[in-house]
Structure formats: structure tokens, C-alpha cells
């Protein structure tokens, strides 16, 4: 099946398209394009009569080489499907082969008849202008993979192996992954625009997972700790002469004092204090701020930025606060986070395009004579392997 999720095949497939704007279109292309898809498979279909070893499926024509040149993933060699079977058909009567070869050859047709199909319907719309473009994407896809296995080509080479592939077959599987994923870009590329309510309902089923915004807060803060504020006398209450305390420092802040110098000032009192910041915290979600600063949450939700609050008190605390900014917990509105919202639009609708090609295909294969094509490609195979020898 087509994958829709790989980045690098659909950059693939712009570039596929772009070539093929270059290349331009002949007379010939230019009369199919006046005939619907469908025509033009009826047209070529009914002009070529269909062969022993060939399957129609969708509009294309699947060969028995088709189907056994791609790796079935399922070797612990660099062989392919074909050889994998050509080696069985040796030591094997005909009845013992077709026993083990024909649901092998029935599963590699099923999981890979979506992908060759909209592979021929692509080369077919694309002709031979683009060989040399898939040639240098395939290469470069192949870099990639060395590069995620280390840029160690042995260890490369030994992660093909294990996928029943060389570097040949794994350029051939990418070169039809890359054609098959065209023809659904090239379906999409007609569909309708993205609507302004389609991008409302989709920004809503996102939000919550993709685009919340967490609140913040920052300030400035003169911390007066009860436990290490000065006692002019012991009998005096601790948390009673930090309130006083702070009730002089605000007093001193609001008759045209320096907040943050009265922070540098005092802040020995603090039990939470950055030298030199001039009490600026930093700025964090709110829900990070844990007791006692927890309570000057509550109270920044009834200030403006540059209001001053205090004293404020908490357990053994009393603060003095100067609010420097505040948001409220929410998400990111829609101008910021457009891009994204159509992104999953657009992918939302090629996953549905590659399930109704997909469902199509199924139907298709549905009505094809399948049990034959298979036992007709696997007898063929056989006698061809085992053909007598010549007569002396």
C-alpha cells in the first residue's frame, strides 16, 4: 500500500510533477487529456487482447512478472520473489510446489497489487520523461537509508537483507512507491479548496491535542521570609513583623522608590532569590508555581501588567508583587497555526483517496480471475525451470 506519512516520497512526487511540467505535453497527451481516465483504460484495453500471464485489475495490466520481481520481505537473502521460487520449483514435484507456492504467491499479489497498479497507471500518464528524475530521487533515497543505519554501507547492505532486498530491488521499490504515491497526489491535485468551515471543524478536533497555549506568568517579587526576618524583640510576632516589614517597603515602592533595588536590598529575607535579578523571576506556566507562591496566581488574575500588590500573605510570607506580564491558559489562534490546520486537511484527504483507490482495487480484484492467473504464473514457472532436456 501507499505510504502516506513519508515525507520524503511526497517531496519525491513534487518533483516527479515538477519534471513533468518541464517536460511539457505532445499532441497524443494533449487528446488523452480531453478523454476521462476511464475512457482512455476502456480505449487501450479494448485495442490489446489479454494474455495467458496477465491480470487486468483497475484498468491495469498485472503481469506474472509483476508480482514475483518484487522481495516479499520474507527471504533472509538478497533473492527475489522469483528466485526464491525458481529454487523451490527444482527440488519440488509440481503438486508439492504448488501447495507451497501458491498462497505465498496469493499473499504477495494481495499486499502488492495497490501499489503496482497505481505504479502503471502513473508510467503510463508520465511515459518516459521522468526516468532520469526518479533515477536521481531513488539514489538519494537510498543515501537516506545509509545514512539511518549510520552511513555504514555493510550495515546497510546486512538491513536490506533482512528485508529480502539489495540495493537493485530496494531503488525498484521506492522508484514504484514513488510513482504509485503520484497518482494519488495527481487525483488530489483536483480536488476541491480547502472551505473556511472545513478549516473551523478541523482547528476544533486539534486543538486540544495539538494547539493549546499554556498560561504564563512573570514578575517581580520581594520575598519577606517570617523565619528570617530581624526581631527587635523575641517576644515579637515573626510573621507579624514580616507583614509590617513589607507594609513599610510598599509604602517606600509606591512614594517613587526603585522596586528593584528595594529587591536587591532585601533580598536576604528571601527564600527564593536570583542575585542581581532585581526580583524578576523568570517567566513560566502558572500551574508550575508551587506553595506559598502558588497564592500569587490568584492575585495576578486581578492585576495589570506594572500593578503593584502587596502586602500579600501566605504561610510564613509576606510578598510584595509588581505584575510584568500575564496569560491566560488557552489555545493558538487559528492565523498562527493556518499552515498546520490545512496540512492535516490535505493528509486527512489523501488517507481517504488511498482508501477509496484501495477499495476500488479490492472490487476490482474481486472480479478478476485471480485463482487462475496464480496457478497459470506458478505452472509456468515450473516447466520452465524443469523443461526437459533435449533429445540426444
Not at 526580583?279 to 506559598?292: M, V
Not at 503593584?308 to 491566560?328: C, E, N, S, T, Y
Request: aromatic share 6%; proline share 5%; hydrophobic share 40%.
Amino acid at each position: 500500500m501507499c505510504d502516506p506519512s513519508s515525507a520524503g516520497l511526497i517531496l519525491a512526487v513534487v518533483a516527479v510533477a515538477a519534471a513533468l511540467a518541464i517536460a511539457g505535453c505532445g499532441g497524443t497527451e494533449a487528446k488523452k487529456a480531453s478523454l476521462t481516465e476511464q475512457e482512455v483504460q476502456r480505449l487501450s484495453e479494448a485495442a490489446r487482447p489479454v494474455a495467458p500471464d496477465e491480470l487486468i485489475v483497475s484498468g491495469e495490466r498485472i503481469t506474472c512478472e509483476d508480482i514475483m520481481t518484487i522481495s516479499s520481505g520474507q527471504e533472509a537473502s538478497n533473492a527475489s520473489f522469483k528466485t526464491w521460487l525458481e529454487e523451490m520449483a527444482k527440488v519440488a514435484t509440481l503438486e508439492q510446489f504448488m501447495e507451497v507456492a501458491r498462497p505465498r504467491l496469493r499473499q504477495q499479489l494481495g499486499a502488492n497489487v495497490s501499489n503496482i497498479v497505481l505504479y502503471k497507471r502513473a508510467q503510463r500518464q508520465l511515459g518516459d520523461k521522468i526516468d532520469d528524475t526518479l533515477d536521481k530521487l531513488v539514489d538519494k533515497e537510498l543515501r537516506r537509508f545509509v545514512i539511518e543505519h549510520g552511513g555504514n554501507n555493510a550495515e546497510a547492505d546486512e538491513a536490506l537483507r533482512a528485508m529480502g532486498m539489495n540495493r537493485t530491488t530496494f531503488k525498484e521499490h521506492k522508484k514504484k512507491q514513488i510513482l504509485a504515491q503520484y497518482s494519488v497526489e495527481s487525483k488530489l491535485s483536483r480536488n476541491r479548496p480547502i472551505t473556511h468551515s472545513e478549516l473551523a471543524a478541523t482547528y476544533e478536533r486539534m486543538k486540544d491535542q495539538a494547539f493549546v497555549q499554556p498560561g504564563l506568568i512573570q514578575f517581580r517579587l520581594i520575598d519577606i521570609s517570617a523565619a528570617r526576618v530581624e526581631l527587635a524583640d523575641p517576644n515579637d510576632s515573626p510573621v507579624e513583623t514580616a507583614r509590617r516589614l513589607a507594609e513599610a517597603l510598599v509604602a517606600r515602592i509606591e512614594a517613587g522608590e526603585d522596586f528593584g533595588k528595594l529587591a536587591e536590598e532585601y533580598s536576604e529575607y528571601a527564600e527564593y532569590y536570583v542575585g542581581g535579578s532585581e526580583g524578576l523571576w523568570p517567566a513560566r506556566d502558572p500551574e508550575s508555581l508551587a506553595p506559598p507562591y502558588a497564592v500569587l496566581v490568584d492575585w495576578a488574575k486581578k492585576m495589570k501588567e506594572g500593578d503593584l500588590a502587596g502586602p500579600l500573605d501566605a504561610p510564613g510570607h509576606a510578598f510584595i508583587m509588581k505584575l510584568v506580564q500575564r496569560r491566560d491558559k488557552g489555545y493558538l489562534p487559528m492565523a498562527e497555526v493556518q499552515e498546520k490546520v490545512e496540512a492535516n486537511i490535505e493528509e486527512t484527504r489523501r488517507i481517504e483517496a488511498i482508501a477509496r483507490l484501495d477499495d476500488e482495487i479490492v472490487e476490482q480484484m474481486a472480479l478478476a480471475d485471480t485463482d487462475g492467473f496464480v496457478n497459470g504464473c506458478l505452472e509456468r514457472l515450473y516447466y520452465a525451470v524443469n523443461s526437459p532436456a533435449p533429445a540426444p
